[in-house]
């Protein structure tokens, strides 16, 4: 069997250099239409990147004993360890 491609196309293109944050800001609809439009698993990771703030690679590398959850109202604390050791604690709300 052959390989389909013998060589990357994109080799020796280089890519644009981004100065900065990009921030974006999405309504609801604009989220609802992403996520209806992507496959599962990515569209669940895509929404609750979404619903929660956190980067895709956060999310992705996340790990059940981060996670305290508060049976009572749905909520649940996301504890990240930071760079130099330090912590973050990102609050989860129902619809995350």
Do not use: C
Not at 59 to 70: A, K
Request: no cysteine; glycine share 8%; charged share 25%.
């Amino acid at each position: 069997m052959q390989p389909v491609l013998n060589r990357n196309p994109l080799e020796g293109i280089r890519l644009l250099k981004e100065y900065g944050k990009l921030d974006v800001d999405i309504t609801i609809h604009q989220l609802q239409a992403l996520v209806d439009e992507l496959k599962n698993p990515m569209s669940e990771i895509e929404e609750f990147s979404a619903w929660s703030g956190m980067r895709k690679e956060n999310v992705l590398n996340l790990r059940i004993e981060q996670i305290i959850f508060n049976d009572l109202n749905g909520t649940a604390v996301i504890i990240t360890k930071l760079k130099g050791g330090e912590t973050e604690e990102t609050p989860i709300g129902p619809e995350a």
